[in-house]
Each structure stands twice: as C-alpha cells, then as structure tokens.
C-alpha cells in the first residue's frame, strides 16, 4: 500500500494488524508524514467539534422557524392585480376588437354615407361677405336674390348659396358682383 492508502485506512478504521505495524513505523520513521498524520488528527478533531456545535444549532434554527411559521389557507380569494401596462394592453385589444369586429358585424352593409355637409340640388355660388356685413344682413340680401344657405360660413368666411335655378345663379351673379360694399368675393362653382 501507498502512504496515501495507509492514511485514508487509518483514519477509516480499516488497518489490518501488519498494515497498523507498517503505518506506525511510517510515522516513527518519516518526520514529513508525521506532521500531515498530527495535522490531519487536529483538523478531524475541530471539524467534529464544529459540527456537533452546528448541528445543535441547526436544530434550534429548524425549530425556531417551524414555531414561527404562520399558516395561510391555500385559497386567499384575493383580487389580480394588473399593472398599468397590462391594463392598458387590455384596454387596447377591447377597442381594437369593437373597431375590427364588433362594428363591421353590426354595421348593415347598405347604410347610407352620411355626407358632412349637404348637397345641393340646384345650381350654386360660393360667397364670401364683407367683414363689417352682419348676418342679418347678409340674410336680406340672400332673401331678395332667391336665395339660401347650404352650409357656411366656413373657417374662412365662404357661404356657399343655393339658387333654383340657372337663371336665379346668374342674376345673383351679377347683382352682386356690383355691391363691393357687401361681397369680398364671389366664386363660380
């Protein structure tokens, strides 16, 4: 056996009666195994020490915190909380789903397109008044002329004025395109 083998059999306890001879003339004989025989010997001694110690204190530790432990039921019934990303991802694909699916399925597929602003059935003029004209008056002069408002005034002060016919366009037309006092600008559609 090597000086090894014979190390690890005696600190097992597996020496026969001629190995234990040889290992403790080994020791009596080489100073150097000597001293990693007694190192070996202390350390062992202070690793069972410590732990025995650890041991009894890994009881106490184990003990303490089983005693400390508080039990909750398995089923808390608590509300899911959602993060503000998540409620905003949800909210998101609510209003996609009504947007794709919802309106198209509930929407009839011949229903009308409303127009934002009416048509006109006759012939028409598109008028734009002087500042300083009011609105009743310009309601007098359109009265007068046969005609009426279809939508405005607009973001930038255009009427847009319906006659009925060609004839009442073109006399409009002329009428006021003689009053600068009244009319900025007269637009022929």
């Not at 048509?119 to 009265?143: C, H, M, R, W």
């Not at 037309?173 to 600008?185: A, F, K, N, Y």
Request: hydrophobic share 45%.
């Amino acid at each position: 056996m090597t000086k090894e083998d014979l190390l690890m059999a005696h600190f097992h306890g597996k020496l026969s009666g001629n190995e234990e001879e040889e290992f403790q003339a080994l020791v009596e004989g080489d100073p150097y195994f000597a001293a990693e025989v007694a190192a070996l010997t202390s350390s062992r001694t202070v690793f069972a020490e410590d732990a025995a110690a650890n041991q009894a204190d890994g009881w106490k530790k184990l003990s303490s915190a089983i005693d400390a432990e508080t039990f909750k039921p398995a089923n808390q019934n608590n509300p899911m909380r959602l993060s503000w990303l998540q409620t905003a991802c949800v909210a998101a694909f609510a209003v996609a789903c009504w947007h794709f699916a919802a309106v198209p399925l509930l929407t009839p597929e011949d229903a009308p397109i409303t127009m934002a602003s009416p048509t006109a059935a006759g012939p028409t003029l598109q008028v734009v008044f002087a500042d300083e004209v009011s609105l009743s008056k310009v309601n007098e002069i359109l009265y007068a002329l046969d005609g009426s408002v279809v939508s405005g005034p607009s973001a930038i002060g255009i009427y847009r004025v319906e006659f009925a016919d060609e004839a009442g366009k073109k006399a409009a037309l002329e009428t006021l395109g003689q009053r600068p006092d009244i009319v900025s600008e007269i637009l022929n559609e």
